[in-house]
């Protein structure tokens, strides 16, 4: 983009130097006028014309009319049209993508600078003498030049849309000055051409674009230029091809707009699902309903030990040996992209041969309560102002940007600089810090507090006449014209950031409507890194950079004097936030199990006098059913771990919650079935838990198997967080049951002979005298089923509501199972009071650009064949269903 701009202006210069040296009256500069000879031998007109007048100004044409050495067909020297072939060729790098606009616009030109009838156009207002080739001749330094608004807005209207691709903005953007490509329109262009405030144009030209038959202004015997404007969408004089979709609208094929979504199933304009969850609601209940009736009928007409231990010991330490070779999974991207799926290949394949995308470190930052005011700017009139747009917070914002761009970070005597992983595009191999790509308000003033605090007294004219002397309108002019070297003003003040590349507002601001940038509410600055593969020496480097930018800005924040409030991430963010919950849980986990132990202890203890409480209580079997549960976990991630599957720390957080509310039903189920059962006259202690747990292991089985076969079932899931998930759950559930049917029956035998010989627990030296009754403890919630909840619960008419009331539920699932709403928001990852909520939060409200989005075409496509190139190119003659006209398309419809 550098060099097309660099074009454009040196175009304007050779073009106006040109025209300089054009005299007032054009029969002085008569130098392809006919000879004798050609009269006498009746040479066609266009033989006779200058080749170098055919090549340069292809759309000349010449008038019929009376041969004679008077006739003039051309105004202008050899000399005159080398310069204007040389400044309109380089005009061609910018404008070429679109023939007819690059025509269009050397029409112009040509028509001021060659042809016969200028005089009738052009109105000279200012002469000075100057001598050439040794005589005093009368040089044009400003004038009028009246044109036709027909011809200027149709000349304005092919170059309109015409691309940079480098930059992804438009021609017009770099020939319109401050007005940018936004508020261009003709009269601007033109005016931006012939105004030497730009510091590029030799001399003054007042554009003057009249409307068909306006003459108000228009000097006696003068006729505005009306000379036809090719659209876009023509081919050129010269056979030049229509313009592309890309440059021109007008060329833009009828693309059938994309087929609307599939509406919402409906049944006479209601809802069809909810309509079928009514149908089916009504038809289970009117099924109740008969049911209720057939059997009230039928109701009227008819009435109605240790080494087992060290076993399982043995078995869950071999398991959890593994532990050593575990594998914790922490990328995001490894947790939650399918290595099979669509997307993940493609970026896998993308990092390969691109490397991976830049790392992205940002701030956003507002300053809430400051008063915005009106302010009026000579140059682009009445601006609302935020009032974040002010000089003492740009200067505050330029100094905590210095702070982290010099930060370093000591580690095995290497210093992780900025410069060491930045992103420099313009100078990767060997960059300085002001080569780093970093976006920010700042860097308009190339982040030069000198450029900022520039003395207005060397430039009071310039200030009494466009800014007063005020840095607001320097924002208006960088943010319209972010791609310009040059500002058009007597200081000369280069919009491009330090590191040479433009700074568009959108990534300098963010919280405005409608491309009003100085209702911004937010600054945004961001640092871009280079980025790695993982076993990259370099990616170490990125990360300890990014861990000093994170205490950097968390230093600033908490700093009292600071005026900004705001939010913040590092590429890192994402990761280290994910696993910062781990440790931060770990609290959590032991306080749960603690909880947990506490209520199995209690709750299983028979209490059946005070003297007795540490006999009947339920202390080690509620411990050893917590050691049952951990075990279970420690092996079945023992065993992945010697198996080679990796583990998360999703499932370090969830699968001992999950196995421990599993575990802990067992064990209540187990106890308190043996507790509330009588032994049999002559039978043994094990003999009754024997069969107690035959009563009671098949319901164990059939739940821990169908909670660990679900969770198998799971395994089949081809995102990776939730297969391993999924595959350590199984185990460990089906572990638990395995050592409940084991190891822990082996407990629960052991401490019912303490407690048959009346032991306490801990103190198992110590007896007491008070004997254990020989009548089954029921507790309290046994006695409470049986005679309250269970009576009502059967009531017939209680049943009866229950049952509409389940039927109600299940339709109202139904129909609500199907709005559920596919997706994983970021922020849902995240911790309560982690900084990236706050992030998300800033980034969803402020920043106005999306995720960056890149197509990439792979190996056995040949480029080579012409048919190949159409294929993805955009340009003029490019097929107008290539790649690139197609990604063109669908952004008409940016909502699908």
Known sequence: HCFFIF??????????????????????????????????????????????????????????????????????????????????????????????????????????????????????????????????????????AYISNTFAEGAFQSCKNVRIPATGGFAIATMCGRYGSKLCTAQRWYDFQGDTSNGLAPLDIDFRLLKENDTTGVPEGMVPYNGRALGCNENTTTGGMACSCQDCLDSCPRVPPPPPPPEHFRIQDLNGFLVISIILLCLLICAFVVYLVTKISQAITFPSSFKVLLVAAIIVV??????????????????????????????DFHDKHFTPFFRTNQLILTAPGRKGHLYNSLLFGKQNFSGLISKNLILELLDLQKKIQVTSQEDLNHTATLKDVCYAPLNPSNPSLTDCAVNSLPQYFQNSLDNINVDWRDHLIYCLKYLKCHTRSLFCLFSSSPLSFKDITDLGMSCMADYGAPVFPFLAVGGYKDDEYTNAEAFIMTFSLNNYLRDNPKFKVALRWETEFLKIVQDYQRNPKA????????????????????????????????????????????????????????????????????????????????????????????????????????????????????????????????????????????????????????????MPAVKSFALYAALAVLM????????????????????????????????????????????????????????????????????????????????????????????????????????????????????????????????????????VCSSVGCDQFSMTQKIRYATDYPER
């Open 7 to 144: 074009c454009f202006e040196l175009c304007m210069l050779l073009s106006a130097i040109a025209f300089c040296m054009s005299m007032t009256n054009c029969k002085f500069l008569s130098f392809c006028n006919l000879s004798a000879s050609d009269k006498a031998e009746n040479i066609p007109l266009s033989a006779l014309i200058p080749p170098c007048l055919l090549s340069i100004c292809f759309y000349y044409k010449i008038s019929t009319g009376t041969f004679g050495e008077s006739n003039t067909y051309a105004c202008c020297s050899l000399q005159q049209l080398s310069s204007l072939e040389t400044s309109l060729t380089l005009s061609k790098a910018v404008l070429i993508r679109c023939p007819s606009c690059a025509e269009n616009f050397a029409h112009l030109h040509c028509a001021t600078t060659c042809s016969p009838n200028q005089t009738l156009t052009v109105n000279v207002t200012k002469v000075m003498n100057v001598t050439h080739l040794g005589r005093p001749r009368d040089a044009v330094v400003a004038y009028q």
């Open 318 to 347: 071999a398991f959890s040996v593994g532990l050593k070779s575990i594998k914790l999974t922490t990328d995001p991207v490894e947790l939650w992209s399918a290595p099979n799926s669509r997307a993940r290949q493609e970026k």
């Open 563 to 718: 005026n900004f409030t705001f939010a913040y991430m590092a590429e890192r963010s994402l990761e280290d936030e994910i696993n910062r919950t781990t440790a931060e849980d770990i609290p959590i986990f032991m306080i749960s199990y603690a909880v947990i132990f506490v209520y199995i202890a209690v709750a299983l203890g028979e209490y059946s006098s005070c003297k007795r409480l540490l006999v009947d209580s339920k202390f080690l079997v509620g411990l050893g059913g917590i050691l049952v549960v951990g075990c279970s976990v420690l092996a079945s991630m023992g065993f992945y771990s010697w198996i080679g599957i990796p583990s998360s720390l999703v499932i370090l957080q969830v699968v001992p919650f999950l196995v421990l509310a599993v575990g802990a039903d067992n064990i209540f189920i187990f106890v308190l079935e043996y507790q509330r059962d009588a032994r049999k006259l002559g039978e043994t202690r094990e003999e009754q838990i024997g069969r107690v747990l035959g009563q009671v292991a098949p319901s164990m089985l059939l739940c821990s198997l169908s909670e660990s076969v679900c969770f198998f079932l799971g395994a089949l899931s081809t």
């Open 736 to 871: 638990d049951f395995v050592l409940q049917m084991t190891a822990f029956v082996a407990l629960l035998s052991l401490d019912a002979r303490r407690q048959d010989n009346n032991r306490c627990e801990l103190l198992c030296c110590v007896t007491v005298s008070t004997r254990r009754p020989n009548k089954p403890n029921e507790g309290f919630l046994l006695p409470f089923m049986r005679r309250y909840y269970a009576p009502v619960l059967l009531h017939s008419f209680t049943r009866i509501i229950v049952m509409l009331v389940f039927i109600f539920m299940l339709c109202a699932s139904i129909f609500l199972m199907l709005n559920v709403k596919v997706g994983l928001d970021q922020e849902l990852a995240m911790p309560k009071g982690s900084y990236m909520l706050d992030y998300f939060q800033y980034l969803y409200k402020y920043f106005e650009v999306g995720v960056p989005v890149y197509f990439v075409t792979k190996k056995g496509y040949n480029f080579h064949t012409v048919a190949g190139m159409d294929g």
